[in-house]
């Protein structure tokens, strides 16, 4: 176990619908970043949050929007869903942002879109 | 422009036999960390290593040891005497000022290792 939990684990969903996953961070830790994994697209940088705040964007689709909570959980939502957004999509946290710091990724949430 | 070049896409080998997974990274800034990563079947990133530009020593963990050389940019991966545990893809990722602190991911060598 990381300690960055990620629910849920698998989605099947149709297109145009809208899905929001769903990333607690490791305990202490600020940082909370999103990325894409799909077979065509390898993996991908899609946002970045610190402490409530959005800090870098990435290749993030306008369908798609993140947040991070008072608590520092973040939700990623993906909306109008196409075939094309299937993919793992991992979340990471880190202390901070600073580069000497280490990401921590949870197991992914694998979302099928039919 | 950030960017990891993982040449290999997939190796096959058999058990006990050493391997090496080529990693390549373009950067411009002179401070910059390199990482390696696992992912298995199972589909989870298991972190290996992370290196920073200023130390270019090897290191060695176990059967896994890695060769980082500024001269090349090249963050280079071996396993020793591999298991059929160490089938998985493989990612090299650099993280830089210039990609805004993100980890910039190479696509990945997938091994299998047969017993």
């Known amino acids: 176990d990381s300690g960055v939990t990620q629910t849920p684990k698998h989605l099947i969903t149709a297109t145009g619908q809208r899905v929001t996953l769903r990333c607690s961070p490791r305990s202490g830790d600020l940082s909370v970043y999103w990325y894409q994994q799909s077979l065509d697209q390898g993996l991908q940088f899609l946002i970045q949050y610190y402490n409530g705040e959005e800090r870098a964007k990435g290749n993030i689709l306008e369908r798609f929007s993140a947040q991070q909570f008072p608590d520092l959980h973040s939700e990623l939502n993906l909306s109008s869903l196409e075939l094309g957004d299937s993919a793992l999509y991992f979340c990471?946290?880190?202390?901070?942002?600073?580069?000497?710091?280490?990401?921590?990724f949870g197991s992914g949430t694998r979302l099928t879109v039919v | 422009a950030q960017k990891v070049t993982q040449a290999q896409t997939e190796i096959s080998v058999v058990e006990k036999e050493d391997v090496t997974l080529d990693c390549v990274y373009e950067t411009r800034d002179t401070t910059y960390y390199l990482f390696w990563y696992k992912q298995p079947p199972s589909g989870e990133l298991v972190f290996l290593i992370r290196r920073n530009s200023f130390d270019e020593q090897n290191e060695i963990s176990g059967r896994y040891s890695w060769n980082f050389q500024k001269s090349t940019s090249s963050f280079n991966f071996t396993i020793t005497a591999s298991q059929v545990v160490d089938s998985a893809v493989y990612f090299c990722?650099?993280?830089?000022?210039?990609?805004?602190?993100?980890?910039?991911f190479g696509k990945g060598t997938k091994l299998s290792v047969k017993p």
């Open positions: 990471a946290s880190s202390v901070e942002g600073a580069l000497n710091y280490g990401y921590t």
């Open positions: 990722a650099l993280r830089a000022r210039g990609s805004q602190g993100n980890l910039i």
